[in-house]
């Protein structure tokens, strides 16, 4: 069955969650090797302005770190909750082609300018993981009832965000990086979703450009699926599918 297995569950993993995998462990291993230094990646924003190292405010989300328990903590997690909000009907069935990684870019970049505040000027040179909490702010926002298991807590979607920053307190993690990432993520939620329910104003729409770039990159010159959606290539059916059912994080 599909799933059971390594290529099953990555093929599973829905195509800009899995591109974005394979190039973090692809970085990190080029890392480890020593064939590459990801300095070149990081935020610093006086570069950016100065010498237009215009590649460091997306380039900094794509390395997140040395091989390591934070490492593999970090890419369940990615790969969980993007395949999650990356498969929510707001990025599929209400969604254009490119609007998740429209997303993506807009919470990159509001995070890298909410960086300064913390690290002025440069900015903060890793943001991966807020970009992380982002996402999974984001997904409680569109799934706030669904029904968690973290470490032997019961907890609903809403309250993950929290959760995980408390948690990372504990173990002495600092709570700066999470919370600019519920900051961006907030920002997102608030621009798209409550400013045009209320007063009927559109202020994030997904560019053309990025559309016809995320078609072209996943059909890859290959025709639609029959019955799938005209323009975009139907989607690998998920490893598995989590519904309304609860779900079990980070142990028993």
Known sequence: MEGTTIEGFYFGIPFLSRVLTTVFFCLTLVTQLKLFN???LLLNWPLVVSRLHIWRPITNYLYIGQFGFPFVFNLYFFITFSGRLERNECFTSQGTPGSYLFFLLINMLTIDGLSCALAWPNGLPMNFSSLLMAI?????????????????????????????MFFNMLLGGSPWGDLLGVAAGHTYYFLKEVLPAENGMTLLK?????????????????PAAAGGQAGRAAPPPPPRQFGGRGYRLGGD
């Open 206 to 222: 997904t560019p053309g450009f990025i559309d016809q770039f995320m078609i072209a990159v996943q059909e890859g010159g290959r």
């Open 136 to 164: 999974i702010y984001y997904w409680s926002r569109r799934e706030a009832w669904a029904q968690l298991t973290y470490w032997g807590f019961s907890i609903q979607g809403y309250q993950l965000p929290w959760a995980l």
């Open 38 to 40: 990801p300095s070149v």
